[in-house]
């Protein structure tokens, strides 16, 4: 489907407008040599508590959890498919009210078959975190998987 050097710009017009990444409305905000920023923008629907206009969780672990796969990709220098193990998220204080999450994720590591990430998200001021996650992520073989259609 993708070949080449892996370019997030060039993905995110094609991977965050559909399904559910393209639901939430998340958006490719840049990128390095191993990692990748996202944003989640503040919606009405989102908010997990009406009394408090914030973010609910959830959209903010599927924030992370997309932005943690671009990083691999980025790291990686090519799309491969990958499955998350293991994403643990740290929520060390509530998003402001009406403010959007900006996730940025690092691939420090990388085996055979696993990449190891860590990130933060933040609505504005990466010193002051909304969350912090780590995660472990299986990296697939394409020639390896049946694809059943």
Same mark, same amino acid.
């Given at each position: 489907m993708f070949s080449g050097t892996f370019d997030p710009a060039v993905l995110s017009d094609w991977v965050l407008k559909r399904a559910h990444p393209g639901w939430l409305g998340l958006r490719y905000r840049d990128h390095g040599d191993d990692w990748c920023e996202l944003e989640l923008p503040w919606r009405a629907d989102l908010v997990g508590d009406e009394r408090q206009p914030v &973010?609910?969780?959830?959209?903010?672990?599927? /924030?992370?959890?997309?932005a943690a796969g671009m990083a691999i990709w980025v790291a990686n220098g090519e799309f491969r498919p990958v499955a998350t /193990? +293991? &994403?643990?998220? +740290?929520? &060390?204080?509530?998003?402001r009210e009406c403010a959007s999450v900006i996730g940025r994720v690092t691939c420090y590591r990388m085996t055979r078959s696993a990449a190891f990430v860590r990130g933060t998200a933040h609505d504005g001021d990466p010193g002051d975190a909304v969350a912090e996650v780590t995660g472990v992520f299986m990296t697939l073989d394409p020639k390896r998987m049946v694809w059943r259609g």
């Open positions: &973010l609910a969780s959830g959209p903010i672990v599927s /924030l992370m959890d997309m /193990l +293991d &994403l643990r998220v +740290d929520y &060390l204080r509530p998003a």
